[in-house]
């Protein structure tokens, strides 16, 4: 007898003439500063038909649905009539921003097409006409991908090509509309389309790397009259982004050699300064990509959070943060408060600030050159020859306890102004310091330094702070002599380098020595 053929069950027909494509896509968010890709996935199943987004996806990513319903319909498109699930990976990263609209649109455009590109990101808000528009994200998302070598190529919008093409190393395809992109996905149309940015600054080479710098000077040297001694201190913080006190009565000129001070910093290599630009933009400020070093100067009122970064639910970044590779002053130091003064050593001695949350950790980067500048005493007269002082001792004691030792402990130099007479002159221009501090920079660079004396770790201390045998007997006197601590060393041999540096001296001399001593902490 011939055997009955077997019976084909209702299922498995269903899943014979239904066969499920799940396309995938690639993108980011940020978690903290740094960017975590996101592996978007799409299916289109037979239900009651409907649109969800899956995987701990934000308000901002939830409002998505409606405008990549919008742009889709906009644009003569027809919705399946199916269940659509949209899944953002991994589930347990929470996700958020409205750059993840066009690879959730175009995973839906084309259900029917299978999209196997590898390494391809896809960023892009969608308007709901269907235009593909920026998003403040955009930058620090594909710069921290290119920083983790996560990423090669990547689609996004014509108008954040402005900024995009400053981050070399990674094939931009532009794109206006989602239509435009549906056709480009669907043709494997992925050359680029975009050249990087070519940076118009003046510029040094050292090796086989190019620093850039700007001769711009808003406030110029030659306007501060008299202070030689603070002046030298000045080029020398300058030249080796030491930290820098100034202690003075008012009107001698302290803000003014500050403001000055930002003009004649160091040139900047192209990943510094996409740094700089990264934390602008996470600061909500559209950045200029000059070779300027910035400089930020908080008021003594303002907030241990505006100061660090901080907020309930989202940390923001801070002053301290906005500083990274630049300059961050304090005037009246000792009115500010305990608190921030204290919590300042940390970024001081390790360049980060860490916020902690009780969702998150959030860590930014804050290599910076503190300056600071002080009265005497409350009143500000104490060192003044021609006006009397009103405070009384108990007054000018707890002045000055505001500021702790470990704190002090952490700046490299220190100057008492002094007081302004009818006779000052002026005897130096910011472009003559400039052109020092330039000099001084490429000496560093030349001994293989990588970062700049102000900033060298114990260890870079010993292999490039050398000292010749007077500059080394009158280091050991003075540490018997002013009983000096291991920090306190370690910055004197950092501030005789820079001034061995500023005199073209290959080896730390005794001048030197002694040049750095005179600014040592009283």
Do not use: W
């Amino acid at each position: 007898m011939n055997a009955k053929p077997k019976e084909t069950l209702p299922s498995e027909k269903t899943a014979e003439k239904n066969e499920t494509i799940v396309n995938r896509l690639t993108s980011a968010t940020l978690e903290g500063t740094q960017a975590k890709v996101i592996d978007i996935e799409a299916t289109f199943t037979k239900g009651l038909p409907g649109f969800a987004i899956v995987g701990l996806a934000g308000n901002d990513i939830q409002e998505s649905k409606e405008r990549t319903k919008a742009a889709l319909l906009t644009n003569d498109f027809v919705f399946p009539p199916l269940k659509i699930t949209i899944s953002l990976g991994p589930s347990e990263l929470k996700k958020r921003g409205s750059h993840l609209d066009l690879p959730i649109a175009l995973l839906i455009a084309l259900n029917k097409t299978t999209i196997d590109e590898e390494g391809l990101f896809v960023f892009g808000e969608l308007g709901l006409d269907g235009r593909v528009k920026p998003s403040s994200m955009l930058f620090p998302l594909i710069l921290s991908l290119k920083e983790q070598g996560l990423i090669s190529r990547a689609i996004v919008p014509q108008e954040a090509i402005v900024h995009l093409s400053h981050i070399s190393g990674v094939d931009f395809i532009a794109v206006e509309t989602l239509s435009e992109t549906i056709a480009i996905v669907r043709e494997k149309r992925f050359s680029a389309n975009i050249q990087t940015f070519s940076y118009q600054a003046k510029k040094m080479e050292i090796g086989e790397e190019a620093y850039y710098y700007k001769e711009q000077y808003q406030s110029d040297f030659s306007d501060v009259k008299g202070q030689g001694v603070a002046k030298r201190a000045s080029l020398i913080a300058a030249a080796g982004m030491h930290n820098f006190l100034m202690e003075g009565n008012p009107g001698c000129g302290k803000s003014m050699i500050a403001k000055r001070l930002k003009d004649i910093l160091p040139p900047l290599i192209e990943e510094e300064m996409l740094a700089i630009a990264k934390h602008q933009f996470l600061d909500g400020t559209t950045p200029d990509f000059s070779p300027v070093r910035p400089m930020r100067a908080p008021h003594h009122t303002a907030t241990s959070a505006s100061i660090f970064g901080g907020g309930s639910t989202q940390a923001r970044i801070g002053e301290v943060a906005l500083a990274h590779k630049g300059m961050l002053f304090f005037d009246e130091l000792p009115h500010f408060s305990k608190q921030v003064l204290e919590a300042l050593r940390e970024p001081l001695q390790d360049h980060r600030v860490l916020i902690s949350r009780v969702n998150a950790k959030i860590e930014y980067e804050a290599d910076i050159m503190f300056v600071a500048a002080q009265n005497p005493c409350p009143c500000g007269n104490m060192l003044s020859k021609t006006k009397a002082c009103r405070c009384t001792e108990v007054e000018i004691k707890r002045y000055r306890n505001r500021l702790s030792d470990p704190f002090l402990d952490r700046i490299d130099l220190f100057v008492v102004m002094q007081e302004v007479s009818s006779t000052d002159k002026s005897d130096i221009s910011s472009s003559q310091m400039h052109l020092a501090v330039l000099r001084a920079f490429e000496r560093q660079k030349e001994r293989g330094q990588k970062r700049l004396n102000g900033k060298l770790s114990e260890e870079e201390i010993e292999t490039y702070c050398i000292m010749d045998a007077e500059g080394s007997r009158v280091l050991e006197s003075a540490i018997g002599k002013f009983a000096l601590s291991h920090r306190s060393i370690a910055s004197l041999k950092k501030i005789a380098r820079t001034i061995s540096d500023l005199n073209a001296h290959v080896d730390i001399g005794k001048s030197d020595i002694l040049e750095a001593l005179s600014y040592r902490r009283r």
